[in-house]
C-alpha cells in the first residue's frame, strides 16, 4: 500500500479506486505465484489502455502536425508508442520499482525488461482512465509520453536514420562492435562501440545488442544535433 501511495505521488495522479492501481502494477507472474484469481493481473487493462493511447496520440499528433500525411502520421505515432519508447518513458517514473513481480521474474531482470515496463504503463493508463475518465488519462499521456517528440523519433529508429544521414554526408563505414558485456546470463548487459570513418563516435549498453546499438545510434545522432545547432560541419 505504501508503494502505491508513493506512486500516486511520481504521477501526480489519485486514484479513487486503487485497487485499480494494483491490479495494473500486477504482472500475471505474480498473479500466478500468489494464486489470486482470474483477471487479477494487468493484461486486461494493458488491453484497454493501449486503445486509449492509440486514441489520444493520434489527436495530439493530428492537431499538433497539420503538415504531414496520413502515412508520416502514422510512422510518427509507431514512435512514440512502440515497446522501446514507451519502457523508456517509464525511467522518469521508476515503474520498475513499484511493479509486483514474481520472484523468477524479478531475479532475472524483469524491472527492466522493456516489454514488462511498456505492457504496465499502458496498464495504468487503462486504470487511470476507468478510475478518472478520458481527461484524466488524456493529461497522464501528454504529460509522460507525448513530451520531447524530436528526441522520442530518434530514440524510436535511430540506428536507421543514422545509417542514412552517415552515408548521405559520405562520413566513412560505420559499424558498431562488442566492446564487452556483464552479468549472469539470464541478466546480461551488453556493451556496444559505434566507429564512423574510423573513429569511436559513442557508445551503448542494453539488455540485447541490438538495444544496445540503438542507444549507441541514439547518442552520436544527438551529438550530430549538437553540432548542427553551434553551426559545425555535423562530423564528429
Not at 512514440?80 to 509486483?100: H, I, N, Q, S
Not at 562492435?177 to 552479468?183: A, I, T, V, W
Amino acid at each position: 500500500m505504501k508503494k502505491q501511495l508513493e506512486f500516486q505521488e511520481v504521477i501526480g495522479y489519485q486514484f479513487q479506486q486503487e485497487g485499480l492501481l494494483l491490479q495494473a502494477l500486477t504482472h500475471s507472474s505474480y498473479a500466478n505465484e500468489k494464486k489470486m484469481k482470474k483477471h487479477s493481473d494487468n493484461e486486461r487493462l494493458e488491453f484497454l489502455g493501449d486503445a486509449v493511447l492509440e486514441i489520444i496520440s493520434s489527436e495530439y499528433l493530428y492537431h499538433h502536425f497539420p503538415e504531414l500525411s496520413e502515412g508520416e502520421l502514422t510512422k510518427m505515432r509507431a514512435s512514440l508508442v512502440c515497446e522501446p519508447t514507451l519502457a523508456y518513458c517509464t525511467k522518469d517514473l521508476r515503474l520498475g520499482e513499484y511493479l509486483l513481480l514474481g520472484r523468477g521474474e524479478d531475479h532475472t531482470g524483469g524491472r527492466q525488461r522493456n516489454s514488462i515496463l511498456s505492457d504496465a504503463l499502458e496498464a495504468v493508463i487503462g486504470a487511470i482512465y476507468l478510475d478518472g475518465g478520458f481527461a484524466s488519462a488524456k493529461e497522464f499521456i501528454l504529460k509522460f509520453i507525448l513530451t520531447d517528440i524530436a528526441h522520442k523519433q530518434l530514440f524510436y529508429d535511430s540506428k536507421t536514420i543514422l545509417q542514412e544521414t552517415v552515408q548521405g554526408r559520405n562520413m566513412g563505414a560505420m559499424n558498431y562492435r562488442l566492446s564487452g558485456e556483464r552479468g549472469p546470463d539470464h541478466n546480461k548487459v551488453f556493451q556496444v562501440e559505434l566507429w564512423i570513418g574510423g573513429k569511436k563516435t559513442s557508445a551503448g549498453e542494453g539488455h540485447t545488442k541490438k538495444a544496445a546499438e540503438q542507444e549507441a545510434a541514439y547518442k552520436a545522432l544527438v551529438l550530430l544535433n549538437e553540432s548542427n545547432a553551434k553551426g559545425g560541419d555535423a562530423r564528429f
